[in-house]
């Protein structure tokens, strides 16, 4: 990148969380950044209404049935306006992109994130979900294509600001989690819980899916997946610790048992200026820790018993090659079944091991063995949830 010049930024879900919260951080260090290309799936108005405000070389929606809608209302501007999931790829590439923020979600954000590795961008990542379908083949690419992989998520980029200035190994991450909003329910009252309840999180606000992954801790599973792929460490490395607070965003322990953590409000802008600034530090106008205001810090162990997802993720992360793909693709689909009422919120662990069970399994997975085993698991995860 030319230093004289903004940082032009990509971001592939500008109409979500992070999406919008990455906006923000844009603007504020407007002298810094440009929003290059915005990108959403559905919601055109917004998307409308970013484009006018950030101005960007490109805009993309990926339901092919909004493009005209999103033309039209952008045709007196000078900005091009693409549809579809191959632009998505395209676009990423274009030559003047430095950053890309992999602000959507789930499964579809493999694709465009493996595009934006291989034309060499820098990924701010936030789509999880491409690490724990496809960690091993991202890994490779990131080294063979020479893309910078900078974490977005909370509990990473905490985890890498720890590991800053740092040359020995770590012994141990310290992966924290709030514990949800279920964090004390009992089984017997975790089988009733509504999705009005699992949709208030207690310390971020975050896109419906993921805000459901917490509540069901498949969130954290994932996170330890992501962890290992990000920090090269083994699953028996990684500790998960319940911490209500979410003001410790996690930690690292070295070999001589010093442990570092980073802290913090729970605010996501904090995490994704880092990603977009590291290795500098800027300034920010976000809210400060007050201590004596938080005033306890509290630690628990997490409960596998009756968050048996976190179980079932490190299963998969044990068991390795596509199996962590097939729980990702089951918990896509029983995540959305329990948004419609389809499932009870335990069903969906029983619907998620059943197809861990079931689904075919590959030691050693190409990108196509991922689309297969994502078509197949999906397939089967359905016939689960018909039948509860
Ligand atoms: P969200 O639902 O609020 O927003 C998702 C964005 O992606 C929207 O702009 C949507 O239009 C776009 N999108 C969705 N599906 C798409 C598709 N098939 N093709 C193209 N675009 C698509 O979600 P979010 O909470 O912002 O989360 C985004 C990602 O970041 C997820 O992977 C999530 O796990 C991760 N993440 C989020 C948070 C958070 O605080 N929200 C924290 C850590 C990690
Ligand atoms: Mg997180």
Redesign the pocket.
């Known amino acids: 990148m030319n230093t004289n010049e903004k940082k032009k930024i990509a971001i592939?879900?500008?109409?979500?969380?992070?999406?919008t919260q990455a906006l923000q951080v844009i603007e504020e260090h407007a002298d810094l950044y440009e929003a290059y290309v915005l990108?959403?799936?559905?919601?055109v108005e917004l998307l409308i209404e970013q484009a006018r405000r950030f101005m960007p070389e490109a805009v993309v929606i990926?339901n092919e049935d909004k493009y005209e809608v999103l033309r039209d209302a952008l045709a007196d501007l000078p900005i091009k306006v693409y549809a579809g999931?191959e632009a998505?790829c395209q676009i990423v590439q274009e030559r003047p992109v430095d950053v890309v923020l992999t602000?959507?979600?789930?499964f579809?954000?493999l694709r465009p994130t493996i595009s934006a590795i291989k034309a060499g961008k820098a990924i701010a990542l936030?789509?999880?979900?491409t690490l724990v379908v496809a960690g091993e083949l991202i890994n490779r690419l990131a080294n063979d294509y020479h893309a910078d992989i900078i974490p977005?998520?909370?509990e990473h980029s905490a985890i890498f600001q720890c590991l800053a200035g740092e040359v020995s190994p770590v012994e141990k991450i310290i992966l924290t989690a709030s514990g949800g909003p279920f964090r004390t329910f009992s089984h017997e009252q975790l089988a009733s819980v509504t999705k009005a309840q699992a949709l208030k999180h207690p310390n971020?606000s975050?896109?419906?899916?993921?805000t459901i992954d917490s509540a069901s801790m498949m969130?954290k599973g994932f996170e330890v997946i992501e962890a290992k792929w990000l920090f090269g460490v083994e699953p028996g490395q990684i500790q998960v610790v319940v911490h209500p607070q979410s003001i410790v965003h996690s930690a690292v322990q070295f070999a001589d048992g010093a442990v570092k953590a980073q802290l913090g409000m729970p605010d996501?802008r904090v995490p994704i200026q880092y990603a977009f600034s590291y290795p500098l530090r800027l300034q920010s106008s976000f809210e400060r820790l007050d201590l004596f205001r938080v005033g306890t810090l509290t630690f628990e162990e997490p409960d596998t018993r009756r968050f048996r997802n976190l179980a079932l993720a490190y299963e998969a992360l044990h068991e390795g090659g596509n199996m962590p793909c097939i729980v990702n693709a089951a918990n896509e689909i029983v995540n959305r079944a329990f948004l419609e009422d389809r499932i009870g919120f335990l069903q969906m662990s029983d619907v998620i091991a059943n197809t861990m069970r079931k689904t075919s399994f590959v030691k050693k997975p190409t990108y196509e063995d991922y689309l297969q085993t994502d078509a197949e698991a999906r397939r089967i995860a359905e016939e689960y949830v018909g039948a509860c």
């Open positions: 592939l879900g500008s109409t979500g969380s992070i999406g990108t959403a799936n559905n919601r990926a999931a998505l602000a959507m979600v789930g579809a954000g936030a789509n999880k979900e977005v998520d909370s971020w975050m896109g419906a899916k993921i969130n996501m």
